[in-house]
C-alpha cells in the first residue's frame, strides 16, 4: 500500500511540497483503517492535511453541488440519502433490496414473455441481457 501512495504522490507533484488529501472512501470503512490511512499519510508522506469524504460526497462535488440525493444502485441493493451542504441527513436513509441483478433478471422474464425462447435456463445469455441493462441505464450528471 505504502509503495503505490509513494507513485502516486510523486506522479500528482513535481515538488517536495506538502500536499492537501482528500480520500474518497465507502461508508463502511472503519475508522482504525482511516487513522492508519492518515498516520501513513502524515508520517511517510508529510501530508499537509487528509480528508476522508464518503463517495456519494464525491459524487455531488464532481457537479459542483453540495447539496442533492444520491441514489446509489448496486448489484443487489439500491440506497438513497440526501445531502445538504455536503453533510448527510441520515434521517432521509432509504435502503432498497433490489439492485441490477434484480433488473437483469426482469429483464430476462419479459424476453421470455415476448416470445424469446433459449434452448435452457443455464444457456440464458444473462451476459447480452446484463449489456442491454447497462446500455439502457440512465446516469445522472
Known amino acids: 500500500m505504502n509503495a503505490l501512495l509513494a507513485y502516486t504522490i510523486n506522479q500528482l507533484t513535481k515538488s517536495k511540497e506538502a500536499l492537501d488529501i482528500t480520500l474518497l472512501m465507502q461508508p463502511c470503512v472503519a475508522i482504525k483503517e482511516q487513522k492508519t490511512f492518515a498516520e501513513l ?4 508522506h508529510q501530508a499537509k492535511s487528509v480528508l476522508f469524504a464518503s463517495t456519494s460526497v464525491g459524487a455531488l462535488f464532481e ?3 453540495q447539496s442533492g440525493l444520491i441514489v446509489d444502485s448496486g448489484d443487489t441493493l439500491t440506497t438513497c440519502l440526501a445531502y445538504v451542504g455536503g453533510a ?3 434521517k432521509t436513509l432509504f435502503s432498497l433490496p433490489l439492485g441490477g441483478r434484480d433488473i437483469t433478471i426482469e429483464l430476462s422474464k419479459l ?3 415476448s416470445g424469446h425462447n433459449f434452448a435452457t435456463s443455464v444457456s440464458f445469455p444473462f451476459n447480452l441481457i446484463e449489456s442491454i ?3 439502457k441505464n440512465y446516469k445522472g450528471e
Open 63 to 65: 457537479v459542483g453541488n
Open 111 to 113: 424476453l421470455r414473455l
Open 88 to 90: 448527510p441527513l441520515t
Open 41 to 44: 499519510l502524515f508520517e511517510e
Open 133 to 135: 441493462r447497462l446500455r
